[in-house]
């Protein structure tokens, strides 16, 4: 181990290689100040710093921020994370991730890292990644679409922002990266999310309209190099030009999903112009006045940046200058002409480069809706007729081809449970069961296929969207089908207890001060101790009255003899960790996975308490 891992030796070797092109690449570009030039290079062969974001919609964050606060105060000056000003509840250490817990300074930090990432306390993301969901102006109660969304650091930040009264439908065309997504927002235990598996140019809402739409677009990503070394190595003049077009097809099919007034942000992590501004100028050409770029520059007064360009370069693979389009090159990767480039304002645009503030490199664009845009109309499918057996004229339509790399897609679609045959019946023996009030919505539970074996919970908004689209999952899941029925048919997920503590009744809450609550994070508590007569065995609601966690509500089990609570691993390791709490020998009750998906292991348990 060595103290200062800045001063390492070795590390920045892999860094070195380059593609010669890259560099002469930006050099001819312009998008770089001459004075700055050798900085941005040698920058740009240095890792990339480690930053994270706190959730600040956790029911933990008061403890959370308490906590690191206490952790940064005894890291010694030079070593010390600092914020940006543009960028809330946001950390960066100015030393590159894998380097940390190699860094006798960080040791409390870097266990903190690990188990309130875990837990979506906190979420690692890039700090200039951060921007285009900033910079998208999200309210409260906002309906927003993230059309590229996965692995979804930034969907993470417009869930928080718009609150369970708003909804976030976050789409990706690649199936493994949309369970990824899932995985990401589960964390947040979030009913306002509806995830999708679609194409962007075959995403439909039957007429739903957005206030606020993300198109953070798949790029050459030659901004993140800096932990990204393949893009470095692997840079070719040429890349940009295929996702340009890409990047117009998508943006051309998703800007009916946004409401007039509405706004939306482009945006991508490459520094490229033909990426960049090239798409945005073609998008304010075809749109005219139903789009209006907004001058983003003012908007974070902290932000260093370095605004758009209406002027660039055009290479060809033999690295010439071209003047015209030709079959690789797109009539619309080329510059506007200078009428043009007086309307358009690229200007007004952002890119950050990585040595402004030692982040990666990022481009963001941000648009106001001012009337109604149309989609391209649906490129014809090639077709093949053929006379038939029988002298019938057949018509072989040929299927879409699949992007390489793509999984198909298999979405499934969610269903009220009031729809389902025995929806009524069923909701009717779990609000029997937990007491629920009659304000209780209902009609927000939502099933997927006929067995109704889990019960989401979605947000009014998100249930507006979730009829008619096919979706990887929506909502959180509120309700879970025991196999054993011994104790009420359906136990508690944690992800929907904070929503259902509004409206559980009495009967199945347990109401428990913040010491007896530290308690039962260690050990499983006798029931005597509590001041409740107990409705029987099976899940309840455990709601904490005070101290820095109340009002917080979680899952607990009630057998014959012990109270335990039933979090899963990962949230009872970060709380633990939180409120210093160690971990029992013997293994517990509660520290089953939440899933119990294994019924056996809690009958099992059970039974040594009888
Ligand atoms: C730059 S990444 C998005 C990163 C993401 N916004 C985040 O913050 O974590 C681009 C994403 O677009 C997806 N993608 C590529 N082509 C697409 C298309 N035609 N429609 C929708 N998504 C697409 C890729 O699978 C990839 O996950």
């Not at 030039?37 to 956790?58: A, D, G, H, I």
């Not at 995403?203 to 798949?218: A, E, I, K």
């Not at 090159?329 to 030692?358: G, S, V």
């Not at 009659?438 to 947000?459: A, N, R, W």
Request: charged share 30%.
């Amino acid at each position: 181990m060595y103290s200062n891992p800045m001063q390492h030796p070795q590390r920045f070797n892999k860094y070195e290689q380059s593609s010669p092109y890259y560099e002469k690449y930006y050099k001819a570009q312009g998008i770089i100040n001459p004075e700055e030039e050798e900085q941005f290079m040698k920058v740009m062969k240095t890792p990339l710093p480690t930053s994270f974001r706190l959730t600040k919609s956790s029911e933990t964050f008061p403890k959370v921020n308490e906590v690191i606060n206490k952790i940064i105060s005894e890291i010694p000056d030079e070593y010390r994370p600092h914020t940006f000003g543009w960028c809330p509840n946001t950390y960066q250490l100015e030393v590159e991730r894998k380097q940390i817990r190699k860094c006798e300074q960080y040791n409390a930090l870097h266990k903190f890292m690990i188990l309130m990432n875990e837990s979506g306390e906190i979420s690692r993301q890039e700090v200039v990644s951060m921007l285009p969901a900033i910079l998208l102006d999200v309210h409260e109660g906002s309906s927003v679409l993230d059309i590229c969304a996965a692995p979804g650091s930034k969907t993470s930040q417009l869930v928080e922002m718009v609150g369970p009264t708003g909804c976030v439908v976050a789409n990706d065309a690649d199936k493994q990266r949309s369970y990824l997504l899932t995985h990401q927002t589960k964390r947040l235990s979030a009913p306002h999310i509806v995830i999708t598996n679609y194409r962007a140019q075959e995403l439909s809402f039957n007429g739903f309209q957005f206030d606020r739409m993300l198109c953070d677009v798949p790029c050459t990503g030659d901004g993140t190099i800096r932990k990204n070394v393949d893009a470095r190595t692997k840079w070719h003049v040429m890349n940009a030009y295929t996702l340009h077009r890409e990047q117009l097809d998508i943006m051309k099919h998703v800007l009916c999903h946004v409401k007039v007034g509405g706004k939306f942000v482009y945006s991508t992590c490459s520094l490229n112009p033909i990426e960049d501004e090239a798409v945005v100028a073609e998008l304010l050409r075809t749109y005219g006045d139903s789009i209006e770029l907004i001058d983003a520059r003012p908007l974070l007064p902290t932000l260093k940046f370095s605004e758009g360009v209406s002027e660039w370069k055009v290479f060809d693979k033999h690295f010439t200058v071209m003047k015209d389009k030709n079959d690789n090159i797109p009539i619309t990767a080329f510059p506007p002409k200078p009428e043009e480039a007086a309307k358009f304002h690229l200007e007004y645009t952002l890119r950050i480069l990585p040595h402004q503030q030692n982040t990666g490199g990022f481009f963001t664009a941000v648009f106001i809706k001012k009337g109604e845009t149309l989609a391209p109309p649906p490129k014809q499918k090639k077709e093949k007729k053929y006379i038939g057996e029988n002298g019938e004229e057949v018509i072989e339509k040929h299927p879409t081809k699949r992007r390489r790399g793509m999984a198909p897609l298999d979405e499934q679609e969610l269903k009220p449970l009031l729809s389902t045959p025995e929806g009524e019946k069923l909701f009717e023996s779990i609000k029997k069961f937990y007491t629920l009030s009659d304000s209780f919505p209902k009609d927000q539970l939502y099933v997927v296929g006929e067995d109704c074996l889990t019960i989401h919970y979605l947000s009014k908004t998100s249930t507006l969207l979730a009829h008619d689209i096919k979706v990887i999952s929506g909502g959180v899941k509120m309700f879970k089908r025991h196999k054993s029925e011994l104790v009420g048919a359906y136990r508690i997920v944690s992800e929907g207890v904070v929503t259902l503590g509004e409206y559980i009744g009495q009967d199945r809450c347990i109401e428990v001060g913040h010491e007896m609550f530290m308690k039962l994070l260690g050990e499983d508590v006798l029931l005597s101790e509590f001041k409740k007569e107990f409705k029987g065995n099976g899940c309840y609601l455990v709601k904490v009255v005070d101290g820095i966690l109340k009002g917080n509500c979680y899952c607990g089990w009630v057998g014959r003899v012990y109270l335990s609570m039933l979090i899963n691993k990962q949230d009872l390791d970060a709380l633990r960790f939180l409120f210093n709490i160690s971990a029992p020998e013997k293994k517990l009750h509660r520290e089953i996975d939440d899933c119990l998906d294994d019924d056996q292991k809690l009958k099992k348990e059970e039974n040594k308490e009888n």
